[in-house]
């Protein structure tokens, strides 16, 4: 199975990535041409590599590991039922349909006056704007972030449940803040879960482009496009299949290393050991 | 009359083409896949004609004593045109494409290119009957390297609209504005001074926008290009060209719109084609860079009615950069083809012309705005009583197609409308985009491309 759907994809698409396979589907081999032009030659491959890293950085520190690590530990701090229906709330952006969810931003931010967000401002005599054309970093990384934060926010509200309430009641005997609370007990305790969402949404991050495609579609003028995105369209824009092949090799690479750092930066041995108490 | 002329020919070839039908294939049903595209909703009959003409076709294959029946499977798209053309490419190569296409023109590079389309040259002359009251000038659009690769089943023009109203309200006279229209014909008006009278208009807070091109990549664009001069292709070598000095011309026109005259929002590409027609229709912009097709798409879908538009809308060609010359207008003839893997061309080419018949085109016409095909559909009098239609023909003298090339709409798509939102979105100057322009079509174009000074 591994084979099947993992191997065997990944050796189609590095064999793709050495020919110039276009609309015609033929196998032309070319050798490293592609990824000479796309280090030498593509200035859009450089500003896409750019727009992704401010835009995996920015969704995955304020969204996706920011507001959902605020996200569990406030809803963690209210009432149950309270916190559940907070959490339920942060949770209906992902149960919509991708397209649904696109057309929602794309009706609050139409740049006229019929757009949610402008009749606001209108409504009170201020002026209105174009915003996915000012601001098209700004707008996907809200509009991804919104949705990404609640994968954090699960994970990280089902391991501040699993503490031991007995560490943190003590604590509050002994008269420690809620803020020691959380940056003694909450946040060392769930370290591992941290660093597992951090390393799984940034590579997640990287290759998603559907809400970017959906609602800038990469621009104005590439100022929203990201190397996923850039080689979705140059596979299904351009119909330059060998071109878009060695784009995502490049990005596999990227991610590969990017878990691999991050493994090792994470100390992924010691956090994978048995807990001592075990080998007693 | 001329339908039973045409009748009786199709009997004489299809039993002929029955009799090899029944001989190979031993099938009594044939079946033929047709994929039709609007993507704007009144164009239905694209498809429509197709399910009318089985029927006929059926009824003269009986007649013929041929124990053949043709059963369609027809589909109408209103995907937009990316994604279409992304479908059927996926769907020819692996052998599961329809067995008639509809796309525009301009495609047929590419397809023919790649093997997915056949040359229909012969079935062309074999059922003669159906098309030789074609206007001829449409048969150079589906030409590749000499051979017929499709069939036009309709054609439009590409013209300004011109809010008549605002005009008025700029203290134009009736007589004024009658004369600037007679003149935007004679191509006595410029492009710069629609520039010049947006912004006045503008100015006086008449209209919140002088001038609204499309938003999306389409040929549209290449009228200003073609106004100033500029050549998309060389005829000779089959190369596409970039001209620089007009393409300059071209970016300097999208720059000043946004940026010296401020009559197109920045973020003209992000606009949506809804509030695009909303706002013409409504009077919120005085010029738009619009096609044939809108005028039945404000009644259909924008509530406008015909009359309130010929009291408030007029049209002229684009103007040329130069007064004195010629204006332009681009048609883009949506065209049907027969793919490689259809099994029966000859049927296919057949029910092509049955679908095609000036009854049923005329239908198609004057329900979506697009203009007749040929001089036996003009004769028409549901035809006739279209009187935009018949206003809009006359621009067809000033037509230019885009080229049958298979890069085209990587020239297009990547590079000018690229170039374009350069301008538009980012205030870059009109040298560096047409400086971004040249080096994405010189390296993704290669060879395909030749640029003249």
């Known amino acids: 199975m591994v084979a099947l759907f993992f191997l065997l994809p990944a050796i189609i698409t590095g064999l793709l990535s050495l020919t110039d396979m276009n609309y015609t589907f033929n196998w032309n081999f070319i050798g490293f041409e592609n990824f000479r032009e796309i280090f030498y030659e593509d200035p859009i491959a450089k500003t896409t590599l750019i727009n992704t890293i401010i835009y995996v950085f920015f969704t995955l520190l304020f969204f996706n590991f920011g507001l959902g690590l605020l996200l569990a530990i406030t809803t963690t701090h209210m009432e149950e039922k309270a916190g559940r229906f907070f959490r339920l709330i942060w949770m209906l952006p992902r149960l919509t349909p991708s397209v649904v969810y696109a057309l929602l931003w794309l009706w609050i931010l139409d740049p006229t006056e019929a757009g949610i967000l402008n009749s606001i401002l209108k409504h009170f005599g201020l002026p209105t704007y174009n915003w996915i054309n000012m601001f098209p970093k700004t707008v996907v990384i809200i509009a991804n972030g919104f949705i990404g934060a609640s994968f954090g926010m699960v994970i990280f509200t089902a391991s501040i449940l699993s503490l031991p309430r007995d560490m943190i009641v003590a604590a509050r005997v002994d008269g420690a803040s809620e803020l020691k609370v959380i940056t003694k007990i909450i946040l060392p305790n769930i370290k591992w879960h941290l660093l597992f969402v951090s390393a799984y949404q940034m590579l997640s991050l990287l290759t998603s482009y559907e809400y970017i495609l959906l609602i800038t579609d990469g621009g104005p003028f590439y100022k929203s496009e990201v190397w996923a995105l850039y080689t979705y369209h140059t596979a299904f824009g351009d119909w330059e299949f060998g071109y878009a092949a060695a784009l995502s090799v490049i990005l596999s690479i990227a991610g590969f290393i990017a878990a691999l750092l991050y493994l090792r930066t994470v100390n992924i041995r010691a956090l994978l050991k048995k807990p001592k108490i075990e080998g007693i | 009359m001329r339908k039973g002329v045409i009748g009786l020919a199709l009997i004489a070839c299809l039993t002929l083409a029955g009799i090899t039908i029944a ?27 197709f399910n009318v003409a089985i029927e006929r076709l059926n009824k003269l294959l009986k007649a013929t004593g041929s124990d053949t029946k043709v059963v369609g499977n027809v589909s109408f798209e209103t995907v937009s045109w990316g994604d279409y053309r992304t479908r059927a490419l996926l769907a020819f190569k692996s052998g599961k494409g329809p067995d008639i296409y ?18 229909l040259d012969k079935y062309v ?11 001829p000038s449409l048969w150079n659009s589906v030409r590749l390297k000499g051979k017929i690769y499709g069939i036009p089943q309709d054609t439009e023009a590409r013209m300004i609209y011109i809010r008549k109203d605002i005009l008025k309200k700029m203290g134009w006279s009736e007589e004024k504005i009658r004369k600037f229209i007679e003149d935007g014909w004679k191509g006595e008006v410029t492009l710069e001074d629609i520039l010049k009278i947006g912004a006045e208009a503008k100015k006086k ?17 290449f009228q200003i290009y073609l106004a100033y001069g500029g050549r998309m292709w060389n005829p000779d070598t089959g190369k596409l060209v970039l001209n620089e000095k007009a393409a300059l011309k071209t970016l300097r026109f999208f720059y000043d719109a946004v940026n010296t005259y401020k009559i197109t929002p920045s973020g003209m590409t992000s606009v949506s084609w809804k509030s695009i027609h909303k706002a013409v229709v409504n009077g919120d912009v005085l010029f738009w860079l619009g096609g044939s097709w809108n005028w039945a798409e404000w009644q259909r879908d924008y509530n406008a009615s015909e009359d309130y538009l010929f009291e408030n809308i007029a049209f002229i060609p684009v103007p040329p950069g130069r007064k004195g010359d010629k204006p332009v207008t681009i048609s883009h003839p949506v065209v049907y083809m027969v793919s490689s893997t259809c099994k029966n061309p000859d049927l296919a080419v057949a029910l092509i012309g049955m679908a095609l018949a000036p009854d049923l085109n005329a239908k198609h016409a004057v329900t979506s705005g697009h203009l007749a095909i040929s001089y036996e559909q003009l004769s028409l009098p549901e035809y006739k009583k279209a009187k935009f239609l018949s206003m809009v023909t006359p621009l067809l003298k000033f037509t230019h197609f885009a080229p049958n090339h298979p890069k085209f ?21 009109p040298e560096e985009a047409l400086s971004f322009l040249k080096s994405i079509l010189k390296r993704k174009l290669k060879g395909a491309l030749t640029i003249e000074p």
């Open chain 2, 205 to 221: 807070g008449l209209v919140k926008w002088g001038f609204y091109h499309r938003p999306t990549p389409g040929v549209d664009y």
């Open chain 2, 409 to 429: 709409n990587t020239y297009n798509k990547e590079g000018w409308y690229k170039a374009i939102q350069m301008v538009e979105v980012n205030g870059a100057k």
């Open chain 2, 125 to 135: 002359e074999k059922y003669k009957w159906c098309f030789d009251s074609f206007f």
């Open chain 2, 23 to 49: 001989g190979t294939a031993f099938a009594k049903e044939v079946k033929l896949t047709i994929w039709a595209i609007g993507p704007d909703n009144p164009s239905f009959w694209r498809a429509k004609a």
């Open chain 2, 102 to 119: 509809t796309t525009g023109h301009e495609d047929i590079g590419m397809l023919a290119d790649a093997g997915y389309i056949i040359p």
